[in-house]
C-alpha cells in the first residue's frame, strides 16, 4: 500500500501546505484483497500530520483573521474535494472555505479565557461525501499579547513591626498576579517598587517583600504609615501595565521610655478632720509608652510622712493617690514632706543602658485648722454599781476637752436615746455619773449609754464616748417552783412512794450557783398525808405517808412546800403543791382524775361556813334582780310570703294592711292621719270587679283572726298572703280603652263603618256612644 505523508510547511504567518511524500509499498500476504487489485501495483494513501496553528489574541481588525490553509494532493483544483472543519470553535469561531480550505477567526479571542481550541479536519469526495483523506486532529493556538495589568488579589494589606527595629526588618510581603501568558515573552513578568513611604521603607523588586529602611522607627513620633506599592511587568520596562496596592504598617510600642514626673515638687493641703483612708492627694508621672509599658509604680521613700501616709497607683489613670494612713493634728504636726518614686512596673533591659526607668519628686503636705468637737480621754468606759445601791450613788466621771487652741470649756449630758427609764444622771460640769433610780439586775444586766460633750463655745461641736454600766447581783429574789406542778397520786399508794419531784427557781445569780433548801411548814407537818425528802441537788422529792386514799372523801390534797436560797441574806417562799387524788388500774395509770374545789388541810369550818354565806347572798341577789323586758329587747321573728306582685307601689310597711285593704287611696295633704279616708269614687262602673275584690279582702281577715286567735301559734308571728295584682295605680289607666269613656273625647270611628263588614266589629268596639261609655267598657 502507497501513502502520502502530508507535512505542513510554513508558507508564511499561520500558513501552511500539504507535501505528499510517496512510501514503500506494503506487501500483503494473504488473499482477502480487493478483486481487480494485482499486487505488483503500488498505492498511495494520505495521512495528515498538522501542527499548530498560532493566531493572535484581541485581534480588532475589520475583517475575519486568516489562521491557515488545508490542501490535499488529491484536491486537483476542480472543485470535486470539499473540506470540512469541526471541533471546538468550528462555526462559531472558526470557519473553512469549503474549495479552498481556508481557515479564518471570526470573533476576537481571549487567551485569558481559553488558551487553545482542538479541531478536527476533513477532505471529501463532493460527488460521494466520502473521505479521500483520513480525518485529522490539529491545535489552534491564541498568542498571548500583553493585555492584562498585574493585580493584587490579597490588597490593601496590614503590618505591624516594633519600632526601633532594626535596618531590613521584614514588615510583610505584598503578591501580585498577571493574568497573562508567562511562558510567553515578559507579558507576566513583574517587577515591584514602593511609590510611598520610601523614606522608612523599602521593597525586593521581585519578591516583593517589604522591609524597614531605618532604624530609629518612634511609635512616639509617628504610629502609623501608609505604603504605596506598585507591580509592573514586561520586566518593569516602558510600556509595561502596572497595578498599585497599600499597605498600612502600625508601629508598635516597646518599653523605650521611662516614666516622668512633669514637675520636681507639689504642694497639697489636707483638712486635719480628714479620715483615715481617703485620699489626700494625686500625683503622676508621665510615660509616653503605651499598654503595659506605661504601667507605673509609685513609693514612698522617705520624709516626716513616711508612717502617716501610704501612696498606691490607680490602675485606671496611672495615677499615684496618696492616702492618710493615720489621722493628723493641726497642733501636733501641721506639715509633712514626702519623697515619692515612680517606676516601670516591667523593664526591657535592651534599654537600660539609655538610663534609669525611673523618677523621684517631693510632695509636701500642709495640715489645715478646722475646729474640732472635744475629746474624751477613753471612747469607752466602763462602771459598776449594785442592785441595792440608793439613789444618788457616783459610778465614775468621764473626761473631754477642745483639742483646739481656743481650748473651749464643755458640758456634758446623756443622751436619753441610750436611757429612755433615766436610770442615770451626769453632772454637766465634772461629768460625774450618778443613779437617777433603783437598779434592779434581773431587769438589765448591762447599761448601755451615751455620754456627749459640748463646746459652750460652739455648742455644734458635739463629742460622744459610750459608758457601759454593769449591775452586781444582789440577793433580793426568793426561790419558787420550776414549773406549775400537777401532781397524781392514786388510791392503792402505798407509804413511802415517790409521787412527785419538785425544782425551784432564783432570778438571782450567785456567784458559786444556786443551793436551794426544801421542807414542809412546821404548822402543818403533823396533819399531812405527804412528806417531803431533799435531795441535795436543788430537787426534792414528794411521798407518802400513808395508804388507803380515797377519791369520794377526799379528792384534793394540799402540801405547803418551803423553798429557800443559800444567799445572804438567806430568803424563802411557800409554795403549795396541789396533790389529786386517781382511779387507778393495778399497774398504775390514772383513770379517773377529775378535780373538785376542796378546802385545804388546816382550813376552819367557821371559815368554810363564811365563804358559803358570802356565795349564798350573791346567787340571792342575782334572783332578786326582776326581769327588764323593754322594746329593745322584744324581737320578733317575721314571715313574709310573696308569691305576686302584692299591692303595688304603696305596701311598703310588712304589717301595714290597709294599702291593700283600701286600694288606689292615698291621704290627701294637709289632713290628719288618724282621721278616716273617705270610699273612694269610681269614675268608672267596676261592674264584676268589686265583688271581686270584697271576696280577697274577706278571705284576708278571715285569715287573720285566725291567726290571731290560734293559741298554738307562737307569739309575735304574721302571716301575710296576697293571691292577686290589686286595681292598679291611684292615677288610673293610661290604656286607650278607658279614654273612649270620657265625655270630652273628640275621636270618632264612625269610618270604620263604611270600610266594609271586616271593620264593622271594631267601629262596635271603638264608636263612641252617648251616655253608654260605661257600657261599652264593661263590654270590653
Not at 518614686?341 to 526607668?357: H, K
Not at 436615746?417 to 439586775?441: H, K
Request: charge should be negative; charged fraction near 25%.
Amino acid at each position: 500500500i502507497m501513502f502520502l505523508l502530508v507535512l505542513w510547511a510554513e508558507s508564511g504567518y499561520g500558513m501552511m501546505t500539504l507535501n505528499s511524500v510517496l512510501l514503500p509499498q506494503v506487501s500483503s500476504g494473504g488473499q482477502g484483497g480487493r478483486a481487480g487489485v494485482q499486487s505488483h501495483l503500488r498505492r498511495r494513501r494520505r495521512s495528515w500530520v498538522w501542527n499548530q496553528f498560532f493566531i493572535l489574541e484581541e485581534y480588532v481588525g475589520d475583517e475575519p483573521l486568516y489562521v491557515g490553509k488545508l490542501h490535499s494532493d488529491v484536491d486537483k483544483g476542480d472543485g470535486q474535494v470539499r473540506y470540512i472543519l469541526s471541533g471546538e470553535g468550528a462555526k462559531s469561531i472558526f470557519s473553512i472555505d469549503e474549495d479552498t480550505g481556508d481557515i479564518h477567526a471570526i470573533r476576537r479571542l481571549d487567551r485569558e479565557q481559553q488558551a487553545y481550541y482542538t479541531l478536527r479536519a476533513q477532505a471529501r469526495d463532493r460527488s460521494t461525501n466520502l473521505l479521500v483523506e483520513p480525518e485529522s486532529q490539529f491545535i489552534i493556538k491564541v498568542q498571548d499579547i500583553n493585555d492584562n495589568e498585574p493585580r493584587f488579589l490579597d490588597g490593601p494589606y496590614t503590618a505591624q513591626v516594633a519600632e526601633c527595629s532594626p535596618v531590613g526588618t521584614s514588615v510583610v510581603t505584598v503578591v501580585a498576579t498577571d493574568a497573562d501568558d508567562p511562558t510567553y515573552g515578559n507579558s507576566a513578568r513583574l517587577v515591584y517598587s514602593i511609590l510611598q513611604g520610601q523614606t522608612h521603607f523599602s521593597v525586593e523588586p521581585k519578591t516583593g517583600v517589604v522591609r524597614t529602611a531605618v532604624p530609629d522607627l518612634d511609635r512616639e513620633v509617628q504610629e502609623h504609615y501608609l505604603l504605596v506599592i506598585q507591580a509592573k511587568d514586561m520586566m518593569g520596562q516602558m510600556g509595561g501595565l502596572s497595578g498599585t496596592t497599600s499597605v498600612t504598617v502600625t508601629i508598635t510600642d516597646v518599653n523605650d521610655n521611662p516614666p516622668r514626673f512633669p514637675r520636681k515638687s507639689y504642694q497639697f493641703s489636707l483638712p486635719e478632720a480628714a479620715l483615715v483612708s481617703s485620699v489626700v492627694a494625686k500625683i503622676k508621672a508621665v510615660d509616653l509608652d503605651v499598654g503595659p509599658n506605661a504601667e507605673v509604680d509609685y513609693k514612698i521613700l522617705d520624709g516626716d510622712g513616711l508612717g502617716t501616709f501610704r501612696i498606691l497607683c490607680d490602675p485606671d489613670t496611672q495615677e499615684g493617690l496618696v492616702i492618710l494612713h493615720k489621722a493628723v493634728d493641726f497642733e501636733a504636726k501641721s506639715s509633712y514632706t514626702l519623697r515619692v518614686e515612680a517606676s516601670n512596673r516591667y523593664v526591657d533591659t535592651r534599654y537600660l543602658s539609655a538610663g534609669p526607668f525611673s523618677d523621684v519628686v517631693m510632695v509636701r503636705l500642709l495640715v489645715e485648722n478646722v475646729d474640732e468637737p472635744p475629746v474624751f480621754s477613753a471612747s469607752i468606759s466602763r462602771m459598776a454599781v449594785s442592785e441595792a445601791a440608793p439613789v444618788g450613788t457616783d459610778l465614775g466621771s468621764v473626761s473631754a476637752h477642745d483639742p483646739d487652741a481656743s481650748n473651749s470649756p464643755v458640758r456634758y449630758s446623756i443622751d436619753r436615746q441610750t436611757d429612755l427609764q433615766r436610770y442615770f444622771d451626769i453632772d454637766s460640769s465634772s461629768g460625774v455619773i450618778r443613779t437617777n433610780r433603783r437598779l434592779d439586775r434581773e431587769l438589765s444586766v448591762l447599761h448601755n449609754i451615751t455620754v456627749v460633750a459640748t463646746e459652750t463655745l460652739d455648742p455644734s461641736q458635739v463629742g460622744k464616748a459610750v459608758v457601759l454600766v454593769s449591775v452586781a447581783d444582789v440577793n433580793d429574789n426568793a426561790p419558787s417552783f420550776a414549773v406549775d406542778y400537777q401532781t397524781f397520786v392514786c388510791e392503792n399508794a402505798q407509804p413511802g412512794q415517790v409521787v412527785e419531784t419538785v425544782s425551784a427557781v432564783d432570778p438571782d445569780k450567785p456567784e458559786n450557783g444556786h443551793q436551794f433548801l426544801f421542807s414542809v411548814s412546821t404548822e402543818a407537818a403533823g396533819n399531812l398525808s405527804f412528806t417531803l425528802r431533799d435531795n441535795n441537788d436543788n430537787t426534792a422529792s414528794v411521798l407518802t405517808r400513808r395508804a388507803g386514799f380515797v377519791r369520794r372523801e377526799r379528792l384534793l390534797h394540799f402540801l405547803p412546800v418551803v423553798i429557800s436560797d443559800g444567799g445572804v441574806p438567806s430568803l424563802s417562799s411557800t409554795n403549795t403543791l396541789t396533790v389529786t387524788v386517781c382511779d387507778c388500774d393495778v399497774h398504775g395509770n390514772h383513770q379517773h382524775c377529775s378535780q373538785g374545789a376542796e378546802l385545804p388541810d388546816g382550813l376552819g369550818t367557821s371559815t368554810a361556813v363564811l365563804l358559803t354565806c358570802i356565795l349564798l347572798g350573791t346567787a340571792l341577789d342575782m334572783m332578786a334582780e326582776p326581769l327588764l323586758i323593754d322594746d329593745e329587747r322584744d324581737i320578733r321573728e317575721n314571715i313574709v310570703c310573696y308569691d305576686d306582685e302584692g299591692g303595688g307601689e304603696e305596701d311598703t310597711e310588712a304589717f301595714d294592711m290597709f294599702a291593700l285593704r283600701h286600694l288606689n287611696q292615698t291621704q290627701p295633704a294637709g289632713r290628719d292621719a288618724a282621721e278616716p279616708l273617705p270610699p273612694p269614687s269610681l269614675t268608672r262602673n267596676p261592674g264584676p270587679h268589686k265583688d271581686k275584690n270584697r271576696l280577697f279582702q274577706e278571705f284576708i281577715r278571715d285569715r287573720l283572726k285566725e291567726a290571731g286567735l290560734d293559741p298554738t301559734a307562737p307569739p309575735y308571728d304574721s302571716l301575710q298572703t296576697y293571691a292577686f295584682e290589686g286595681r292598679g295605680s291611684a292615677t288610673q289607666s293610661l290604656s286607650s280603652l278607658s279614654s273612649l269613656s270620657s265625655l270630652e273625647s273628640e275621636q270618632s270611628y264612625e269610618f270604620l263603618r263604611e270600610w266594609g263588614p271586616s271593620f264593622r266589629k271594631l267601629a262596635d268596639l271603638y264608636g263612641h256612644h252617648e251616655g253608654g261609655g260605661g257600657g261599652v267598657a264593661s263590654g270590653v
